[in-house]
T-cell receptor, first 112, second 113 residues
Framework: QQPVQSPQAVILREGEDAVINCSSSKALYSVHWYRQKHGEAPVFLMILLKGGEQKGHDKISASFNEKKQQSSLYLTASQLSYSGTYFCGTETSNFGNEKLTFGTGTRLTIIP | SAVISQKPSRDICQRGTSLTIQCQVD?????MFWYRQQPGQSLTLIATANQGSEATYESGFVIDKFPISRPNLTFSTLTVSNMSPEDSSIYLC??????????FGSGTRLTVV
C-alpha cells in the first residue's frame, strides 16, 4: 500500500516554515525524500534508515519514527526554489530485491 | 551518483502502435526500475529489471503490455505495446544508489492519440 502524505498541498510565503508528513501502514526499514519540479524528474533529498534518526542539510531536515512508521520533512525559512512536489519513498527491508514505494505527494508553492 | 540518459524525451503515438524507451546508465548497476507517473500523480513501479533474468512486474502490469529488456548492466528498454490513450503518461527509469537514493532518467512524456 502506498504511504500517505499530508498535507496534499500547501502555499507559503518566502521565509515561512513547512512540515510534510509521511505515514505508512507497514514496518519500514528506510524512508527517502524527493523533490520534483514541474516537468522534471524527482531529485533525491535524503534517506533515513531504521533506528529513529534525524538528518538534515541546509534548511531542510527530516525525522523518522520507525515505531509509528512515520517520517516528517521540515523546511525552514522557505525559499522560492523550494517550490515543487515532495514525495516520500519507503522500503520495508534492506534485502537486495527491495523496491521503493512512493507516497501520495505534497505540492508546495512558495510565493514572494 | 549515476547519470542516466533516457530517450525519447517525448513522443506522440497513434493508438495500437508500440513505443520503445531506452535508458543508458554511465555505470554498471544490478537493478533498474521502471516507473509510470500519470499527470499530477505519484510514481508507480511498473517492473524491476535485472540483468540476465526476467523482469519482475508489479501487480497490474504484465509482460505482454510492457516488455522489458536488460541486455547488460548499463542499459535497459521498456516497450509500451498496443497503446491506448490510457497509456498516456510519463515513464521514468531509475537506479538505486544506496544511501545516495534513487537516480532517475529525465523521463519520457508519452501521448497516445
Amino acid at each position: 500500500q502506498q504511504p500517505v502524505q499530508s498535507p496534499q498541498a500547501v502555499i507559503l510565503r518566502e521565509g515561512e516554515d513547512a512540515v510534510i508528513n509521511c505515514s505508512s501502514s507497514k514496518a519500514l526499514y528506510s524512508v527517502h525524500w524527493y523533490r520534483q519540479k514541474h516537468g522534471e524528474a524527482p531529485v533525491f533529498l535524503m534517506i533515513l534508515l531504521k533506528g529513529g534518526e534525524q538528518k538534515g542539510h541546509d534548511k531542510i531536515s527530516a525525522s523518522f519514527n520507525e515505531k509509528k512508521q512515520q517520517s516528517s520533512l521540515y523546511l525552514t525559512a522557505s525559499q522560492l526554489s523550494y517550490s515543487g512536489t515532495y514525495f516520500c519513498g519507503t522500503e520495508t527491508s534492506n534485502f537486495g530485491n527491495e523496491k521503493l514505494t512512493f507516497g501520495t505527494g505534497t505540492r508546495l508553492t512558495i510565493i514572494p | 551518483s549515476a547519470v542516466i540518459s533516457q530517450k525519447p524525451s517525448r513522443d506522440i503515438c497513434q493508438r495500437g502502435t508500440s513505443l520503445t524507451i531506452q535508458c543508458q546508465v554511465d555505470s554498471q548497476v544490478t537493478m533498474m526500475f521502471w516507473y509510470r507517473q500519470q499527470p499530477g500523480q505519484s510514481l508507480t513501479l511498473i517492473a524491476t529489471a535485472n540483468q540476465g533474468s526476467e523482469a519482475t512486474y508489479e501487480s497490474g502490469f504484465v509482460i505482454d503490455k510492457f516488455p522489458i529488456s536488460r541486455p547488460n548492466l548499463t542499459f535497459s528498454t521498456l516497450t509500451v505495446s498496443n497503446m491506448s490513450p490510457e497509456d498516456s503518461s510519463i515513464y521514468l527509469c531509475s537506479v538505486d544508489m544506496g544511501v545516495r537514493g534513487y537516480t532517475f532518467g529525465s523521463g519520457t512524456r508519452l501521448t497516445v492519440v
